[in-house]
């Protein structure tokens, strides 16, 4: 069984004719599947690495084939979790140098009320220098795990003789992907933005979703949440109190654990959404959420490095981790010192040739300015095109979560020599068949409503395969 394959296309089980070899290596670190795919785990064949730039041993030259299917000299479940929850980040390189980093951070934030602005944007400039120096995860949207499952798929296809395989398509009615705009509402200033913001929301007809922060920064009146819902808008919460320390230690996030929590049950909020993205996912059972949005994909702007590598919803445990894809308007003003659309249109891009996840978080308390308004009306123009022109789904948040959860308990049913869907909402879910075209990952989609659809093909390293 190898159940994040299983889960991430939604296949028949039986499709997946593949094991792990039982001699898997007492160390873990770094590998390739190919020449793209970066791994983190345990194998039974070459080296691991403890850091991920350099040469890497390239495992998919160790696949080895039997009659029951293929052998693989690594455990894919373990290596996809191991990026998804950023675990590689946890491993032994470079633990005095977090512990330092920790360090400053707790007496960044001890004096960040009393520091002015200016202060502000250097210190947190001159901590994210040197971020091009890092290797991984790859800059500007790292796949790694998305690759990771395409090359399995493509595995399970050759060891099956070249039939396809059907599996229930990502996102509902055949759309290409989804995309999502969130807000994350700071301080009182972004609060008085927010009808400013919700105004040009609505006039692109862009569904949106406002973190709010429930304790200290400002008033969290009850005028201010039914304004927003009132206007079609989603209200999750945001952190505790956004002092940097909720991450701090276990114990300490167990403790504000049950006053977010209870924040959540009062506003009627399935989301959550971390201050600054600090994060430890192997925590996150003490969240009362359906979803979580606080990992970023690549997290090379952000105070807390790492990411989760992939552009796809995931389940950490019952909680649903919706992943920060692209890079946050903070850090495309006060960082790069950038107005213009360029990253977010390559980031889109890249997401887009995955059909994954696109999540954006723009601070209603930075859109003070025409020209940082102008860029987000630009964003918003771009969204609407996507939705146009290529069919992709925006939505609210939660509104992605109730599909992604729906899917999962969705079921390929073979009746009668045809496939089936079957489970909660199947009227909008979409059959689609994964097969190899001149060693290329190929979809095709097929419904009563969209007929035979072919996606775009998706090349997969002839070694992987």
Not at 51 to 71: I, M, P, R, T, W
Not at 84 to 110: F, I, M, N, P
Not at 111 to 138: C, E, G, N
Not at 288 to 300: G, I, K, L, Q, T
């Amino acid at each position: 069984m190898h159940p994040e394959l299983t889960e991430y296309f939604r296949c028949p089980e039986d499709s997946v004719n593949f094991s792990t070899a039982a001699d898997l290596s007492a160390d873990r670190g770094y590998f390739r599947f190919g020449p793209d795919t970066v791994c983190y785990g345990r194998s039974s064949a070459g080296f691991r690495a403890g850091h991920a730039n350099g040469h890497l041993y390239d495992v998919s030259k160790d696949v080895g084939f039997q009659e029951s299917g293929a052998e693989l000299p690594f455990d894919p479940t373990e290596v996809a979790r191991n990026l998804r929850y950023e675990r590689y980040v946890q491993s032994g390189a470079g633990a005095g140098k977090r512990w330092a980093r920790r360090t400053v951070r707790d007496a960044y934030y001890l004096v960040r009320p009393s520091m002015p602005v200016a202060i502000r944007k250097y210190l947190q400039k001159f901590h994210l220098r040197r971020w091009q120096d890092l290797t991984f995860p790859q800059w500007p949207v790292d796949t790694s795990v998305d690759s990771l499952m395409e090359q399995l798929l493509a595995l399970c296809i050759r060891a099956n003789g070249g039939k396809s395989i059907p599996f229930i398509w990502f996102w509902p009615d055949g759309m290409n992907a989804c995309a999502l705009m969130t807000h994350d509402v700071e301080e009182a200033g972004g609060v008085a933005l927010c009808s400013t913001v919700m105004d040009i929301n609505s006039s692109f007809d862009i569904p949106a979703s406002f973190q709010v922060v429930p304790e200290k920064r400002y008033t969290v009146s009850r005028k201010f949440l039914e304004e927003l819902r009132g206007r079609g808008f989603e209200v999750n919460v945001h952190d505790l109190n956004h002092d940097g320390q909720l991450f701090q230690n276990e114990e300490e996030f167990r403790r504000r654990a049950v006053k977010i929590n209870h924040y959540g049950r009062e506003m009627g909020a399935v989301g959550f959404r971390a201050g600054v993205l600090y994060r430890n996912q192997e925590w996150f059972d003490a969240l009362d959420f359906e979803y979580d949005s606080s990992v970023p994909n690549v997290a090379h702007l952000d105070p807390q490095r790492g990411g989760c590598c992939t552009v796809m919803p995931y389940f950490v445990g019952k909680i649903l981790e919706l992943p920060v894809t692209t890079t946050q308007d903070y850090a495309l003003f006060h960082v790069l010192n950038t107005y213009g659309m360029a990253l977010w249109e390559q980031q889109i891009k890249l997401i887009l040739e995955k059909h994954g996840l696109i999540n954006v978080i723009v601070h209603p308390d930075y859109l003070t300015g025409s020209r940082e308004r102008d860029m987000y009306r630009d964003l918003l123009g771009l969204y609407a095109r996507l939705r146009r022109e290529q069919n992709v789904w925006i939505c609210l948040p939660r509104e992605a979560n109730t599909w992604w959860r729906q899917r999962k308990q969705m079921q390929l049913i073979r009746k009668g020599g045809e496939w089936r869907i079957e489970g909660p909402n199947r009227e909008r879910a979409v059959i689609a068949f994964a097969s190899l075209e001149n060693n290329s990952l190929t979809y095709h989609l097929s419904s009563p409503q969209i007929g035979m659809k072919r996606i775009e093909p998706h090349e997969v390293p002839a070694q992987a395969v």
